[in-house]
């Protein structure tokens, strides 16, 4: 078994790949909203920029293969980290509280596969168009607009943001830790990047179904 292996099949080796793979997923949802939130000023900003993404040819193909295999392997290791913990410890102690715990913590788990969900609808929502009416292939902000002003639609998002926030939170925090980067903290409230980061991304997402149903942006 060569180093790889020792270090994935190790329980510090899986909580790093969770760590790196994090860290990819959020420098994406950044990049990603900043491309969103131009909808604001300019529907056109949105799809001028998916045009810019495509004049990268294949390194925008290389690009998609690792944010896939990040999200594969953030995945794989999180339900293997989990089957351990839950092996080494079946029974929870009783009434046992904690030191340091937050909402987003403790959401980790259906906050994870709320977001999965979430990638998937998507992907099929607004990339492949599988389940948008009137989709078009290289109009991101009219699609945007043909999905977000369908109620169900809008509300599922924000949920899902609600889960990306909180998944940020703690995930971002967790990561840096997990990297060695940063030192315990007694107060969870105290982590202030991690929680402006939250804020700022999953608010940025959020604010154009927001805005989508109560009419601040156009309808079709």
Do not use: C
Not at 47 to 52: H, I, S, V
Not at 115 to 123: G, K, N, P, S, T
């Amino acid at each position: 078994m060569n180093r790889i292996q020792l270090l994935w099949h190790s329980t510090i080796g899986k909580k790093v790949v969770m760590a790196v793979t994090g860290l990819i997923g959020i420098g994406f949802v950044i990049s990603h909203v900043a491309s969103n939130v131009t909808i604001f000023s300019d529907p056109r900003h949105v799809d001028d920029y998916a045009k810019f993404l495509r004049g990268f040819g294949p390194l925008l193909w290389v690009a998609r293969a690792v944010l896939v295999a990040a999200v594969i392997l953030h995945v794989v290791a999180a339900v293997q980290l989990t089957r351990r913990k839950q092996t080494a410890r079946p029974v929870n102690y009783r009434d046992r509280e904690p030191q340091v715990s937050t909402l987003a913590s403790r959401s980790m788990r259906w906050g994870g596969a709320l977001l999965l969900a979430f990638i998937v609808f998507h992907l099929a929502d607004l990339t492949w168009g599988w389940v948008n009416p009137g989709f078009v292939h290289l109009e991101p902000s009219r699609n945007m607009t043909l999905s977000l002003t369908r109620w169900p639609v809008a509300l599922f998002y924000l949920a899902a943001m609600v889960s990306l926030g909180l998944h940020i939170w703690h995930g971002a925090w967790a990561s840096i830790r997990s990297l060695g980067a940063a030192r315990p903290k007694a107060n969870p409230l105290h982590r202030v990047i991690p929680i402006v980061l939250a804020v700022a991304v999953a608010g940025g997402f959020a604010a154009i179904p927001l805005a989508y149903l109560f009419g601040f942006l156009p309808r079709p």
